[in-house]
């Protein structure tokens, strides 16, 4: 079972809606269930890893446009990967595979429960449980 927030999937559709009709990709990653709050912070292990953040993508940069890779944000920090698929299928084409687990999202982008599915790296979609909870706020300055 794959874990995400509502926030973060809507913020992805957003994303991938502004990105229209371009194809748009950016890192996931995760935090323990045991850290978030909310609705369903109690409902699965406090273990679970849950996908919660982005990292903003550079529409600017060539190698992330060609190769589908943030080279600016390290490989540890993010544990998943998100692609738009503006005219595509929800799947995982051989661009894709770059992480252990891909989020693929095609329009209508307003729809998570059929435009929005988690995958592994071999392409077989994953079962997803999309939950009501968020992360602990964070500060810059500490």
């Given at each position: 079972m794959v874990y995400i927030t509502r926030a973060l999937v809507d913020v992805l559709l957003d994303l991938a809606s502004?990105?229209?009709?371009?194809?748009?990709?950016?890192?996931?990653?995760?935090?323990?269930?045991?850290?978030?709050?909310?609705?369903?912070?109690?409902?699965?292990?406090?273990?679970?890893?849950?996908?919660?953040?982005?990292?903003?993508?550079?529409?600017?940069?060539?190698?992330?446009?060609?190769?589908?890779?943030?080279?600016?944000?390290?490989?540890?920090?993010?544990?998943?990967?998100?692609?738009?698929?503006?005219?595509?299928?929800?799947?995982?084409?051989?661009?894709?595979?770059?992480?252990?687990?891909?989020?693929?999202?095609?329009?209508?982008?307003?729809?998570?429960?059929?435009?929005?599915?988690?995958?592994?790296?071999?392409?077989?979609?994953?079962?997803?449980?999309?939950?009501?909870?968020?992360?602990?706020?964070?500060?810059?300055?500490?």
């Open positions: 502004d990105a229209d009709p371009d194809r748009l990709t950016t890192g996931v990653s995760i935090t323990p269930a045991r850290e978030l709050e909310g609705r369903d912070a109690d409902a699965i292990p406090p273990e679970t890893p849950v996908f919660t953040d982005f990292f903003l993508p550079d529409p600017g940069n060539a190698v992330n446009a060609v190769f589908g890779v943030d080279l600016s944000t390290p490989a540890r920090q993010a544990q998943g990967q998100f692609v738009s698929h503006p005219v595509r299928e929800l799947e995982v084409t051989k661009r894709d595979d770059l992480a252990e687990v891909i989020f693929v999202a095609v329009p209508p982008w307003s729809d998570a429960e059929d435009s929005f599915g988690a995958f592994d790296r071999a392409g077989e979609r994953q079962p997803l449980e999309i939950i009501e909870a968020q992360p602990p706020e964070q500060s810059l300055s500490e």
